[in-house]
C-alpha cells in the first residue's frame, strides 16, 4: 500500500512540473485534471473519503469546466470571433 502512495506521489511531482512547463494552454489543463485525478486517489489511500470527494468534485470537475470554457472564449477571441455561443443576441443588439 505505502508503495502505491509512494508512486502517485511521485506521479504528482512529475504532473505539477510538467503543467508549469508545458508551453500548450490545453495540455496544461488536461495534466492539471489528471493531476486533480490522482490526488483524488491519494486522499481515497489515505482513507480520507470527504476530501477525495471534494477533490473530485472541485479539482477535476468545477476547475476543469471553467478552465475549459476560459480556453475556448481565449482561442475564440485570438481567432477573430466575436461570436460566441450565447452572444449572438449581443450582436444582433448593436
Same mark, same amino acid.
Given at each position: 500500500? =505505502?508503495a502505491?502512495?509512494?508512486?502517485l506521489? /511521485?506521479?504528482? /511531482? +512529475?504532473c505539477?512540473?510538467?503543467v508549469? $512547463?508545458? !508551453?500548450n $494552454?490545453?495540455? &496544461?489543463?488536461v495534466? +492539471? %485534471? &489528471?493531476? @486533480? @485525478?490522482?490526488m483524488c486517489?491519494v486522499?481515497?489511500?489515505?482513507? @480520507?473519503? #470527504?476530501?477525495?470527494i471534494? =477533490? &473530485?468534485?472541485? !479539482?477535476? !470537475?468545477? @476547475? !476543469?469546466i471553467? +478552465?475549459?470554457m476560459?480556453?475556448r472564449r481565449?482561442e &475564440?477571441? #485570438?481567432?477573430? #470571433?466575436a461570436? %460566441?455561443p450565447? =452572444? =449572438?443576441?449581443k450582436?444582433?443588439?448593436e
Amino acid at each position: 500500500m =505505502e508503495a502505491v502512495i509512494i508512486v502517485l506521489l /511521485i506521479l504528482l /511531482i +512529475f504532473c505539477a512540473v510538467c503543467v508549469n $512547463l508545458t !508551453g500548450n $494552454l490545453l495540455r &496544461a489543463v488536461v495534466i +492539471f %485534471l &489528471a493531476y @486533480s @485525478s490522482m490526488m483524488c486517489l491519494v486522499w481515497i489511500l489515505l482513507q @480520507s473519503p #470527504d476530501l477525495a470527494i471534494t =477533490e &473530485a468534485a472541485v !479539482g477535476a !470537475g468545477v @476547475s !476543469g469546466i471553467l +478552465f475549459l470554457m476560459t480556453l475556448r472564449r481565449i482561442e &475564440a477571441e #485570438d481567432a477573430g #470571433d466575436a461570436v %460566441l455561443p450565447g =452572444e =449572438e443576441e449581443k450582436e444582433a443588439e448593436e
